[in-house]
Nanobody, 119 residues
Framework: QVQLVESGGGLVQPGGSLRLSCAAS????????MGWYRRAPGKQRDLVAT???????NYADSVKGRFTISGDNVKGTVSLQMNSLKPEDTAVYYC?????????????WGQGTQVTVSS
């Protein structure tokens, strides 16, 4: 099994910054990708950003230019630097990984961390 532990959420004013971090643990053989998704109140969970083991990144259009994902898939860590935060960024942010414990890649999720952008 793989466990993901997130940290770094909280309350921030519009225009402010937050950094989310996530660490994977367990009997991990290989990680293909790590990333962040978010679920705003009353909405579905959506992609924020992902990074693959070869360093390719993918961002939601709504966060491009404001958020930066970084990570080390060998160590099983991923971070999300969020700048110029807007009220519409308010959501529960979930860490995600596509990891192999044996020979097959399986998707795992963290418990989520709340990010609230409000004055």
């Amino acid at each position: 099994q793989v466990q993901l532990v997130e940290s770094g959420g909280g309350l921030v004013q519009p225009g402010g910054s937050l950094r989310l971090s996530c660490a994977a643990s367990g009997s991990i053989f290989s990680i293909y990708s790590m990333g962040w998704y978010r679920r705003a109140p009353g909405k579905q969970r959506d992609l924020v950003a992902t990074i693959t083991s070869d360093g390719n990144t993918n961002y939601a259009d709504s966060v491009k230019g404001r958020f930066t994902i970084s990570g080390d898939n060998v160590k099983g860590t991923v971070s999300l630097q969020m700048n110029s935060l807007k009220p519409e960024d308010t959501a529960v942010y979930y860490c995600n990984t596509l990891a192999a414990v044996t020979g097959e890649y399986v998707e795992y999720w963290g418990q989520g961390t709340q990010v609230t952008v409000s004055s």
